[in-house]
């Protein structure tokens, strides 16, 4: 395979993740608006703002945190490059780029879904359609994923492919995690409040992530537990644990693959015995923060380590 | 020619009657019911926007990808005029290659006297790098396209050869398996020769083209200048039906005296390259410095018998049209057979005599660039305006040996299909041809472009023009 394609498979997989999880953002973020009066439904849209990296931008543009000016400006807005719409496009072009190693189903699911998205997203997207939109870029992933696991070669690409999903996700949930932690409650003697409750709940939602995590806890909701789940429980497909070991899997096949001995897989390797022998004791103990620190670090040392492995670029 | 012809209408005789070649397919059609196929004619399109069949338009606001036109109405031509067809595509493609050969080598016909100096000297597609150098194979054209247009039951013309970079061979094939897909049933009552193993015999064509230097099973790849190219989907299909690499100039270097290609176990040679990139971008070393889309050194290896390259660089001599007009002359003098397919009538305004007939009857004729293609940069002079007439008279007195001229031919037109029902159309036809040392070959069928506009002779997708399936009936 050439290393140009592998590229393409990783960041097209990459951007799919992102866009989807931007959505889900979107989607926990307009449930919990739609609880709250005015005053605190700022707040809200401002933690949605918050989470998926855009307050600068966003606060170059607008004054205050109003429900369309934000899902509107994570949606399409060209003000942010990371717009949903884009992210989307590039998950596009990289599919055309990567065109003869990815089946026809997984092709014609990122175009259709592109092309409905597209359609979503010619104008503002009013309240009423945001529901719609959300499901739909939703859907968008599933059906690639769908495609992918049921019509891709298990080889390399496949691997690349993977690799770009949990890196992405992965990172994604630590800053989640990390931002809720320490930037979106007022202070810390909100800890434990209804506030702090409806915040815990929201980050269980963005991740898709509620249903099982009541099914585990019956019902209770409280950091801890959330953080444990979120971080160490492997059982659950967007943990960070989860990200881990199943990336470790995808590098050990490309590793077998290759027939050679590279960083990438030696430094997942370290990481991975961390994670295992860590604890949800140890992890408040170092703190929840530098944990996440920690691993969005490590997880982007991995990432850098199979571009230069397998000859991404030049 | 065009005076001698009434209008020609592949599907249906004068008198209303379906022509032979037809019958079958009109049978079918008439059978089905209108509305049906009026939803089909609209799914078409969904269809070719899922599938991502677009092409890019240069000069437009945004990258837009649009679609070429799909007609579902087929363009069906007989097996024995098939065999007659390609009789002379044989002929013609046979002898382009040893022209080729000839021009880089000895040059026998200039010696003769049978066609003159400056179609070489004057031609911008001419490599001196190529002087004395044989192509792996001794191939020069390895993939051709032949453009035919018909003016009457048995008046075929080759209107143009495309010898350098021959596209929409995508098209003749997902035209196909857009048909097949719609109207399965269709296939079950008419037997129509199989085009879908077209990139199995390209594949295998490029393959006995391998260099010397191959090791083993020869690796092939489709060089693309990658996806803002207008053809790009088409790279990538080839390269996909193919099972090779879709590689660009960034993804090869020469190690070794190769050529290879940077995978994610390192640099592996690569023995064939079907390039879509031209001449002028293929080696920054040797040929436009500021190209990133070519592989710096990639003509030394050439020379050196470590790579081929499909269409050899300087093929693209063959598709200027002062070569096309001495196309008689080469024929007869590599096969010492007259020509089985005419040219169209063509006069050189190079020639005094000749571009004095044209200047006299410019609203009658054709004229186009020697170099042009794509339909950019002609006249067609019975639909245009006296002001445009008189601009272009300029353009050409200016520089005459610029151009050529034809008679403005009546082609054949058969049905597509519109709300209102079937109406003729202009139609012409690209066989595509692949040559090796094995042979020359070509797939039954091909593309065919078709005017959408009522009464328009311009057929290139640039210009609106749409394409058909083409069918060759089974014997």
Redesign the interface.
């Known amino acids: 395979m050439l290393g140009r394609t592998a590229n393409g498979l990783f960041w097209m997989f990459r951007y799919l993740e992102r866009a989807e999880n931007t959505a889900r953002l979107l989607d926990a973020g307009l449930r919990m608006a739609l609880t709250r009066d005015h005053t605190d439904a700022a707040d809200e849209w401002r933690s949605v703002i918050v989470a998926s990296g855009q307050k600068a931008a966003y606060e170059a543009k607008f004054d205050e945190y109003v429900g369309s000016d934000v899902w509107n400006f994570i949606l399409r807005d060209r003000d942010n490059p990371a717009n949903i719409l884009s992210t989307f496009e590039q998950v596009r072009t990289n599919a055309r780029l990567v065109r003869n190693a990815i089946s026809t189903e997984l092709w014609e699911a990122i175009n259709e879904g592109w092309m409905q998205l597209r359609a979503d997203m010619v104008r503002p997207v009013a309240q009423g359609n945001l529901g719609k939109v959300v499901a739909d870029i939703r859907r968008a992933g599933m059906q690639a994923h769908g495609a992918m696991q049921n019509s891709i070669l298990r080889d390399a690409g496949f691997h690349f492919a993977r690799a770009g999903t949990l890196v992405e996700r992965g990172d994604s949930i630590a800053r989640i995690l990390d931002i809720k932690y320490y930037l979106l409650l007022p202070s810390l003697s909100y800890v434990g409040s209804s506030l702090d409750k409806g915040q815990w709940d929201n980050v269980l939602r963005s991740v898709s992530g509620d249903r099982a995590y009541r099914w585990l806890h019956a019902g209770q909701i409280d950091a801890r537990g959330i953080v444990e789940f979120l971080v160490l429980d492997e059982r659950f497909p967007r943990s960070l644990a989860f990200c881990h070991s199943d990336l470790r899997d995808n590098l050990a096949a490309l590793e077998r693959i290759h027939k050679n001995e590279v960083l990438s897989t030696e430094l997942m390797r370290k990481a991975d015995m961390r994670m295992n022998d860590t604890t949800i004791d140890d992890v408040f103990e170092q703190g929840l923060h530098q944990f996440l620190i920690d691993f969005i670090n490590s997880n982007s040392a991995i990432a850098a380590a199979i571009s230069e492995d397998y000859r991404f670029v030049d | 020619m065009s005076e001698d012809h009434a209008k020609f209408d592949e599907m249906y005789e004068p008198d209303g009657s379906v022509r032979s070649a037809y019958a079958g397919y009109s049978d079918w059609f008439t059978a089905q019911d209108a509305n049906w196929l009026k939803r089909k004619h609209r799914d078409a399109e969904t269809s070719f ?4 069949i677009t092409f890019n338009v240069y000069g437009e606001d945004e990258a837009e990808e649009r679609l070429i036109p799909f007609d579902m109405v087929p363009r069906v031509i007989a097996a024995a005029e098939w065999r007659k067809l390609t009789r002379g595509i044989e002929q013609r493609v046979s002898a382009l290659n040893a022209f080729m050969h000839d021009l880089y080598h000895r040059q026998e016909i200039i010696r003769a006297g049978r066609v003159p100096e400056r179609l070489f000297r004057h031609n911008n597609a001419w490599l001196q790098q190529m002087v004395g150098f044989t192509p792996p194979g001794g191939v020069y054209t390895h993939i051709v396209g032949i453009d035919l247009v018909r003016t009457g039951p048995n008046d075929w013309y080759v209107l143009e050869d495309n010898a350098r970079t021959p596209s929409g061979v995508s098209y003749m094939l997902e035209n196909r398996e857009t048909m097949m897909g719609m109207f399965p049933e269709l296939f079950s009552q008419v037997g129509v020769e199989t085009v879908s193993n077209y990139p199995r015999r390209l594949a295998k064509s490029l393959a006995a083209c391998a260099p010397e230097a191959t090791r083993g099973k020869p690796n092939v790849a489709v060089l693309t200048p990658g ?1 803002y190219n207008s053809a ?1 989907f088409e790279h ?2 080839l ?2 039906q193919m099972g090779a ?4 100039g ?2 090869l ?1 020469v190690v070794d005296g190769r050529v290879q ?6 640099y592996e040679p690569v023995d064939v390259i079907y390039r879509r990139v031209d001449d002028d971008y293929l080696d920054p070393l040797t040929f436009d410095p500021n190209s990133v889309l070519g592989i710096p050194g990639i003509m030394d290896v050439y020379r050196s018998g470590g790579v081929t390259i499909a269409n050899a660089p300087g093929t693209g001599v063959c598709d200027d049209k002062a070569v096309y007009s001495f196309m008689p002359e080469i024929v007869e003098f590599y096969t010492g057979e007259k020509p089985l397919l005419p040219n169209v009538q063509t006069w050189r305004c190079a020639d005094d005599d000749s571009l004095a007939y044209v200047l006299d009857n410019l609203e009658e004729l054709v004229v186009k660039e020697v170099h042009g293609s794509g339909g950019y940069g002609m006249l067609i002079g019975p639909t245009s305006s006296k002001k445009e007439i008189a601009k272009f008279r300029k353009k050409l007195t200016a520089n005459p040996t610029n151009y050529i001229a034809q008679p403005t031919l009546s082609l054949s037109t058969t049905p597509i299909f519109t709300r209102k029902g079937l109406t003729p159309r202009h139609v012409d036809l690209r066989p595509f041809v692949l040559v090796s040392p094995d042979g020359i070959d070509i797939t039954p069928g091909g593309l065919t472009r078709v005017a959408l506009k009522e009464g328009s002779l311009v057929v290139n997708s640039s210009q609106g023009g749409g394409t058909k399936d083409t069918w060759v009936l089974k014997d």
Do not use: N
């Open positions: 926007r899922k599938t991502g996806i790009y990538a299909f390269a996909d690499e879709l590689v660009e960034s993804d270097r290609m940077r995978t994610t176990k390192g």
